[in-house]
């Protein structure tokens, strides 16, 4: 008989083919976590069955049962195959961009930016169908659970990836292009009370560096990096590096796929001083 979960399955694509073997040698390698390597990977079809199972055991709590969870997520991933080509896009960001990911398995069970992306994706579709106070739920958890706090109502693309994460927040009016990267503490936020669009917009492909605050309703043109620590009030062109507090343009149109080399140093001239 199916699982009533089993809704859709995405059996031979190569990502889900990937954790899954990763996940069977490292369950004969730490028999210890064989049981949970199997509940949250190998007894599942598809990346979406895996998600749903995954992410509901990580939001249960007393008040909001995991199946109750568990079948408002799957609803969403069999209406909408895009959920799942981000979440595998997300993954091949991770295993691309951090050196210290060995893999897939890593990620998927362990890197809090990643489970809280996932989370995020559904958020979101709640609340674009007008299921606000349940979007704010999930919200809510992984803000308790992870210390990132992603208003449901944001945008945000595919191939996003938030190294180590804790401390990131971003606003309800930001939008987040494709294949983004940033570090902890960042945050994409307003510069004041007032309502209405308010929030950054981040081109494709930028690098927002650790601690770096993008604020108000500006725009990171594509490929640009943000150096840690920044806070940036002004629009920041593409391929551009901006530093500092509050920050300046350097080395501008010399930025080519920071976000992919995750390179958060400075050309020398940046140093160029006496202690």
Same mark, same amino acid.
């Given at each position: 008989?199916a699982?009533?979960?089993?809704?859709?399955?995405?059996?031979?694509?190569?990502?889900?083919h990937?954790?899954?073997?990763?996940?069977?040698?490292?369950?004969?390698?730490?028999?210890?976590?064989?049981?949970?390597?199997?509940?949250? $990977?190998?007894?599942?079809?598809?990346?979406?069955? *895996?998600?749903?199972?995954h992410?509901?055991r990580?939001?249960?709590?007393?008040?909001?049962?995991?199946?109750?969870?568990r079948e $408002?997520?799957?609803?969403?991933?069999?209406?909408?195959? *895009?959920?799942?080509?981000?979440a595998?896009?997300?993954?091949?960001?991770?295993?691309?961009?951090d050196?210290?990911?060995?893999?897939?398995?890593?990620?998927?069970?362990f890197?809090?930016?990643?489970?809280?992306?996932?989370?995020?994706?559904?958020?979101?579709?709640?609340w674009r169908?007008?299921?606000?106070?349940?979007?704010?739920?999930?919200?809510s958890?992984?803000?308790?659970?992870f210390q990132?706090?992603?208003?449901?109502?944001?945008?945000?693309?595919?191939?996003i990836?938030?190294d180590?994460?804790?401390?990131?927040?971003?606003?309800?009016?930001?939008?987040?292009?494709?294949?983004?990267?940033?570090?902890?503490g960042?945050?994409?936020?307003?510069?004041?009370a007032h309502?209405?669009?308010?929030h950054?917009k981040?081109?494709?492909?930028v690098?927002?560096?650790?601690?770096?605050?993008?604020?108000?309703?500006?725009?990171?043109?594509?490929?640009?990096?943000?150096?840690?620590?920044?806070?940036?009030?002004?629009?920041?062109?593409?391929?551009?590096?901006?530093?500092?507090?509050?920050?300046?343009?350097?080395?501008?149109?010399?930025?080519s796929?920071?976000a992919?080399?995750?390179?958060?140093?400075?050309?020398?001239?940046?140093?160029?001083?006496?202690?």
């Open positions: 008989m699982n009533k979960f089993d809704v859709i399955t995405r059996h031979d694509t190569p990502i889900w990937t954790l899954r073997t990763e996940a069977l040698e490292a369950a004969k390698a730490e028999p210890a976590l064989a049981s949970m390597l199997h509940s949250t $990977i190998l007894s599942h079809d598809g990346l979406n069955c *895996a998600l749903s199972f992410i509901a990580k939001l249960n709590d007393a008040g909001f049962g995991e199946m109750t969870l $408002i997520i799957d609803d969403y991933y069999a209406k909408d195959t *895009a959920l799942i080509e981000a595998e896009r997300d993954l091949q960001a991770v295993y691309e961009r050196p210290a990911a060995k893999g897939y398995l890593q990620a998927f069970m890197f809090k930016g990643f489970i809280s992306i996932q989370i995020y994706r559904i958020a979101n579709r709640l169908d007008g299921r606000f106070t349940m979007a704010h739920h999930f919200q958890r992984v803000s308790e659970l990132i706090d992603i208003h449901p109502a944001a945008t945000m693309g595919k191939g990836f938030m180590h994460g804790t401390g990131i927040v971003i606003g309800e009016t930001a939008v987040v292009g494709d294949d983004v990267s940033m570090l902890h960042v945050t994409l936020g307003g510069t004041g309502t209405g669009d308010r950054p981040i081109g494709n492909g690098l927002l560096g650790a601690g770096a605050k993008v604020l108000g309703n500006i725009k990171i043109g594509d490929h640009a990096k943000i150096a840690a620590g920044s806070v940036v009030l002004k629009p920041v062109p593409e391929h551009c590096t901006a530093a500092g507090v509050p920050a300046k343009l350097i080395n501008c149109k010399t930025c796929d920071p992919r080399s995750m390179d958060q140093t400075l050309s020398d001239v940046v140093y160029d001083y006496v202690i």
